[in-house]
């Protein structure tokens, strides 16, 4: 198999979201994640108001039944929306949170770069959820 077709067997599975879906999706309970790396999001800017799981601790973070599991990972109907630089490593990451039974788990259409284009960089900010979160992040 090629990371093409690994990337097209995945997005089989997804139901992604386009940018200008964010608001509503957001506005209904899903959880932004934010899976780039520290130093991509410094080059790129941060998407203020979603949750920053790096990519090599995301499934640990958001498996309801890992000892790992944030506070918000409270079952297996959270919806989970992943973000990346371009909607390529997010499509990967989100079917491998569907493999956990995170069946609401997608991904954006074209990643942080769609955002920016949208003007849809501060969307997070507006979700509630999200500062109590980021508060007991700061903890670990």
């Given amino acids: ?9 995945a997005r089989a599975q997804l139901n992604r ?5 964010l608001p509503k999706a957001l506005a209904k309970g899903a959880i932004l994640v934010d899976i ?7 080059r790129e800017g941060s998407l203020p108001g979603a949750l920053v799981i790096e990519r090599n601790v995301l499934e640990w973070r ?6 790992a599991r944030l506070a918000l990972a409270v079952d297996h109907d959270v919806e989970w929306i992943v973000v990346c630089s371009e909607g390529y490593t997010s499509s ?3 079917a491998a949170l569907q493999q956990l039974g995170l069946h609401r788990a997608t991904d954006v259409i074209g990643g942080y770069q ?5 003007s849809l960089l501060t969307i997070g900010i507006q979700a509630p ?12």
């Fill in 62 to 67: 958001l498996d309801p039944t890992s000892s």
């Fill in 92 to 94: 990967l990451a989100a």
């Fill in 17 to 21: 979201i386009y940018a200008f879906e």
């Fill in 1 to 9: 198999m090629t990371i093409d077709q690994m990337l097209d067997n």
């Fill in 129 to 140: 959820h999200f500062a109590r979160e980021l508060d007991s992040l700061a903890s670990l």
């Fill in 114 to 118: 769609a955002m920016k284009a949208a």
């Fill in 36 to 42: 780039r790396p520290q130093a991509q999001r410094g």
